[in-house]
């Protein structure tokens, strides 16, 4: 979470009439937490509940994620992108009734978790600022996928990744935690990464780019793409059709 002390306290400036009236915020301290909330939620693509903004606060479950670290290489998706991407995992979990498995890939769990908080979905993540979210955190370093708890082996039959880096050793390390985290043979598995690791990613999980094509609220130099070895039909785009 960004940290406080580049905002006034909040402490310093609550106004209070009556010793038996609630406090109420001064008028610079609402400017400045509604400026707060619009920058959490810009990188989440959510708009603030102005009601709640008003009254002092923000509903927890639209303030779902810390802010971007980019030297944990984190960008998050866009609204668009989290939005569509999340409703085909629970498009897969309607036919499937399946656990999901988040590797890497924060937004996405928020997002799920606000269109259908009963979803059984386990993130996978290396930073620890995640653990908030309790049982449904796991930790994760993409360099130890050998590291990974037994109890998740072979538990999910939807696992969605997107690795950190667009490096080869960092895929080939990710898929390593796929192929553990997976049901062998009848598991659902989406990736997003780079178009740079179009080859490696056919060669590695046998996955093809569909058409859908995923973007993040920081603009970032490299295209990225969305890999599936299922083929989704009309959703996503449908498969790319190959030259």
């Not at 780079?194 to 046998?206: F, I, N, P, Y």
Request: charge should be negative; charged fraction near 30%.
């Amino acid at each position: 979470m960004e940290e406080l002390r580049d905002h006034p306290n909040p402490q310093k400036d609550v106004v209070s009439s009556d010793d038996d009236d609630p406090p109420m915020l001064s008028s610079k301290t609402l400017s400045a937490l509604k400026e707060f909330l619009a920058q959490q939620n810009q990188s989440l693509g959510v708009e603030p509940d102005p009601d709640n903004v008003e009254n002092g606060e923000e509903q927890e479950e639209e303030v779902a994620l810390v802010t971007e670290d980019w030297r944990l290489s984190q960008f998050w998706y866009n609204r668009e992108t989290a939005e569509t991407v999340a409703r085909e995992v629970l498009t897969l979990c309607q036919l499937s009734n399946s656990r999901v498995a988040c590797i890497a890939c924060p937004t996405l769990y928020a997002y799920l978790k606000k269109l259908n908080h009963n979803i059984d979905v386990q993130l996978l993540e290396y930073d620890k600022r995640f653990e908030r979210h309790g049982s449904e955190f796991t930790f994760y370093d993409y360099n130890r996928p050998e590291e990974l708890p037994s109890e998740l082996k072979h538990a999910y039959r939807i696992v969605v990744a997107d690795p950190p880096y667009l490096s080869k050793e960092c895929l080939e390390k990710v898929s390593e935690a796929i192929s553990f985290l997976s049901r062998p043979q009848e598991s659902y598995l989406l990736l997003l990464t780079g178009e740079v690791q179009k080859d490696r990613a056919a060669e590695l999980m046998g996955l093809r780019p569909c058409g859908f094509r995923p973007r993040h609220s920081s603009k970032l130099g490299n295209e990225f793409r969305l890999f599936t070895n299922y083929d989704p039909g009309n959703r996503l785009g449908g498969w790319e059709q190959e030259d």
